[in-house]
């Protein structure tokens, strides 16, 4: 994985703390890429398609995009419909992050496109280690860059 | 005739005899005349002796026709006396003078003590004068006299005859005897009146029938029409008698009405005859009507009738249309209240599901930050030793207490309470799961399913020497899954809380019944207390002592399964004694299953 400051990971996550520990846990991972945490749906989408309140925002678009279902705004179903409804934006890999772990909500997320399905694990010991695991995944795989 | 020729010749013959005497008066003559008298007498002689033979032959005829007549009287003798009707010869003044076997019997006398007896001592005695009058009348009446009678037998009860007498007469017209014919009128009376009687009744039936009563021919012509029928059809009865039976019928059975009389009279092809059917009939106002109409075919007097009994059903299919329009709308109202449980329990599912997982957010930053707390507390107490010198003697120990007692505390009780927490919402969430789940269902064979159980669970039922018996069980169309759960909590609970100290039997049963197949599940361990029964199936509910761990939802789990069985699940129990739990699958499953929570 790229370790350029500029290429981004997206991290849409209503809860803050979430969004910290989540952080955090990449960052044991030696995930060393700049994280934009945003918490609306429907603020991703603009900041992904440029619209709206980052009409004419010059940003990178993000390498990345770990996404939880649960969200204001747009839900993570639309905002994953969104950004793989639009030439731009469907080939960034998204991986769900969420507390859910209904079969059909799974089935539905990858069906809409999403590349991975993570649940979050209350245990904090579990949900440490699947996000360390996915640092390490991450530095693994090969992404497309962005634009 | 011959007699008158015979006597000729013997005047004749006397005449010649008288003349010879006279010859014989004057001798002269005699010679002659005795000549010529001689010639005559054997001429006379001659005829004579024919006529004998003559009346020879007569005599002998006269006897056959006095035997033939002889033959003939005894014939008529027989028949008279042995006739059925009673027969009695008397003088003019009605002296009996001869009576058949039939009228002594009638009487009640014997034949030949009724000759000489007057007829009228058999007349009653009120009728007796009447009688009288009527024979002395009887001189001059012509033909035959035809009476009614109360005859008085000998020793027994009067009786009802019928007399018909025929005077005898002279050449000269002069009444000479009657001869009599008694008949007794009892039986034809009773007869008579037993079919007036029979005919009054059939009519009054008839008439007063409720139902409306119609007979046609067989061209259809209306031959009666009773009351009932007056009031149905609004005509009365001359109206339609005579007339054609389709005037009853509404358009579509008047048109198609003579073709099938006709073709039934041809073909014997029933439509309605001898079957009954429910059809259309017209009123006089032209409203038309539904009635079952029974109609059947009577032969009378060598000719075909049809007899129909037309039954009016406007009453009924009233009531049928207020009952159909009853159930539809309670079919529309069970719909609606369907559709309102079904959304107030897909609004629970969804708040169950809801809360559950809008709950696990925040425990994860509970656990997440706990930990790091955990993680940075370790931090300070390596840095302590280090530190701890530096520090004044108060907050040296408070310093060393927070870090070393005081946040692990903390941190103990968060961390249990928040996975205390994480269990009660996973139940939960469980439970959600099992509401929604889809069942399959399909034949199952619940003995082999129970006995596949009792496996699973051989570890602890060896260890606390259980002892379980599994009665033959009855199949089921259940969802496989359900019912493993359903047998395995249940089973699972009953070597979970035995007695101790007490050898552990538990026996399984099932029943197929009417209304629905029935297992139980019966131990003899510690039991529930009455007041704990209610609460053994709530979620999150344990009774009795807490010795063996659980998180208090298998029962519940149980419940929701058997519910959405369409069945119900039933707990009997006695402390110290034993448990039985008892449940009921459903036959089958209609409509919408209820999805229970």
Known sequence: MPSNQSVVILLV???????????????????????VTLSDGQQAVDYLLKEDTYAGATHALPLLLLLDLNLPGLDGYQVLARLKADERTRHIPVIILTTTEEPHEIKRCYALGCNVYLTKPVEYEQFAEAIRKLGLFLSIVKLPLGE | MFADDLHHKIVAFQQQVETLEAAAASPAQ??????????????????????????????????????????????????????????????????????????????????DVLVGKPLAIFVVQEERLSFRTQLAALAQLQGLQDWEVRLQPQGGQPFMAALRVVTVRSLHGQCTGLLWLLRDMTERQQAEAALRDSEARSAAILQTAV???????????????????????????DEVIGQNVRMLMPSLYREEHDGYLARYLQTGEQKIIGIGREV???????????????????????????????????????????????????????????AELEAANEEVRRFAYIVSHDLRAPLVNLKGFSSELRTAAAVLQDALPAVLPHLEAPQHADVARALTQDIPEALGFIETSVTRMDHLIRAILHLSRLGRRELRYEPLDVLALVQETVQTLAHQIAERQVQVTVDPLPTVMADRTAMEQIMGNLLANAV?????????????????????????????????????????????????????PGEGMGLAYVQMLVRRHGGDIRCHSTLGVGTTFTFTIAHQITGGEAHAF
Not at chain 2, 90 to 97: A, R
Not at chain 2, 211 to 237: C, H, K, P
Not at chain 2, 496 to 508: M, S
């Open chain 2, 496 to 548: 979970a809380y035995l007695a101790p100290g007490r050898p552990g039997e538990i026996v399984v049963t099932g029943e197929r019944r009417p209304e629905a197949t029935v297992f139980a599940v019966r131990d003899n361990g510690r039991g529930i207390a009455t007041e704990d029964i209610p609460k053994v199936f709530e979620p999150f509910r344990r009774v009795g002592r807490q010795d063996v």
């Open chain 1, 13 to 35: 996550e209503d809860d803050p703390g979430h969004a910290r520990l989540i952080e955090r846990n990449l960052r044991r991972a030696l995930i060393t890429n700049n994280i």
């Open chain 2, 280 to 338: 259309r009939a017209q009123r006089r106002d032209g409203t038309t009507f539904p009635i079952a109409l029974a109609v059947s075919e009577v032969h009378l007097d060598g000719r075909r009738m049809f007899t129909g009994i037309v039954h009016d059903l406007t009453a009924r299919v009233q009531a049928e249309e207020a009952l159909r329009h009853a159930r539809d709308e309670l079919e529309v109202r069970v719909k609606e209240r369907t």
């Open chain 2, 30 to 111: 005699v010679h002659g005349a005795l000549l010529e008298a001689l010639a005559a007498l054997h001429v006379s002689l001659e005829e004579l002796h024919v006529a004998e033979e003559a009346l020879h032959q007569q005599h002998d005829t006269l006897l056959v026709a006095r035997q033939a007549t002889e033959a003939a009287h005894q014939r008529y003798q027989e028949l008279f006396d042995f006739a059925l009707d009673g027969y009695v010869v008397s003088d003019s003044q009605g002296i009996i003078q001869e009576a058949n076997r039939a009228a002594a019997a009638l009487l009640a006398v014997p034949q």
């Open chain 2, 211 to 237: 139902d409306s009563i119609i007979t046609i021919d067989e061209s259809g012509i209306v031959e009666s029409f009773n009351q009932a029928a007056e009031r149905l059809f609004g005509y009365i009865a």
